[in-house]
């Protein structure tokens, strides 16, 4: 399967602070790429869509102004959580599509990002 | 109705057993169809996917699907305590979006 990464792998940060989180697809070119949280005991909940070159689109109820996403290249796209609060704290996993296994969207998650805000 | 649905366990099943996992969708959902698998505190890893009806096999497991029933299973054989986990059952919509259900988490005792 392809790879994906994130970095880092866990922050713990004060409130009002900003984070910013790194994912890259290691062995193919994602022409998109997906931002997900996952709180525990739950499943995964979309946050959005990032592709290559053009504006995040983001899912009903998330704030774009609070979470920004660049995907300045087909191998990077950062999450940048700002002003977090400790309601923030979560499990921030990316994914990446893309013509590695060439199959037709199939998603390859990161490692995941353990977000802690005191 | 969730538009993904799985019951949630735990499943437990002894060591060598045959372990059936199940899923149902709702209209929305409607192309394809994956298995991931997810340990406690790390991400999802794929373990199969699945477009047309019927069965698919890769190795120990074997990805059912039925689209006029609106299901999708996957059946692990010879199950290992390795094969403890949560299995997250997602179809896709809107190309290539995903749409997750919560998850069955499965637990092999030797």
């Known amino acids: 399967g392809a790879v994906v990464s994130q970095h880092p792998s866990r922050v713990i940060c004060k409130s009002g602070t900003s984070v910013k989180i790194e994912c890259r697809s290691l062995?193919?070119?994602?022409?998109?790429m997906f931002w997900y949280r996952q709180f525990p005991k739950q499943s995964l909940m979309l946050m959005a869509t990032s592709n290559e070159g053009s504006k995040a689109t983001y899912e009903q109820g998330v704030e774009k102004d609070k979470f920004l996403i660049n995907h300045a290249s087909l191998t990077l796209s950062t999450l940048t959580v700002t002003s977090a609060h400790p309601e923030d704290s979560s499990f921030y996993i990316c994914?990446?599509?893309?013509?590695?296994?060439?199959?037709?969207?199939?998603?390859?998650f990161g490692p995941g990002t353990r977000l802690t805000v005191l | 109705q969730k538009e993904v649905e799985q019951n949630s366990g735990p499943l437990s099943v002894p060591e060598g057993a045959i372990a059936s996992l199940n899923c149902t969708y709702s209209?929305?959902?409607?192309?394809?169809f994956f298995w991931y698998r997810q340990y406690s505190g790390k991400s999802p890893e794929l373990i199969m996917s699945i477009y047309s009806n019927g069965d698919k096999e890769d190795g120990r497991f074997t990805a059912q699907l039925n689209k006029a029933s609106q299901y999708v299973s996957l059946l692990i054989r010879d199950s290992q305590p390795s094969d403890s986990a949560t299995y997250l059952c997602a179809g896709s919509y809107n190309t290539d979006k995903l749409i997750f259900g919560t998850g069955t988490r499965l637990q092999v005792f030797p």
């Open positions: 062995d193919f070119q994602a022409t998109t």
């Open positions: 994914s990446g599509v893309g013509g590695a296994s060439g199959i037709y969207n199939e998603q390859f």
């Open positions: 209209d929305r959902v409607s192309q394809s």
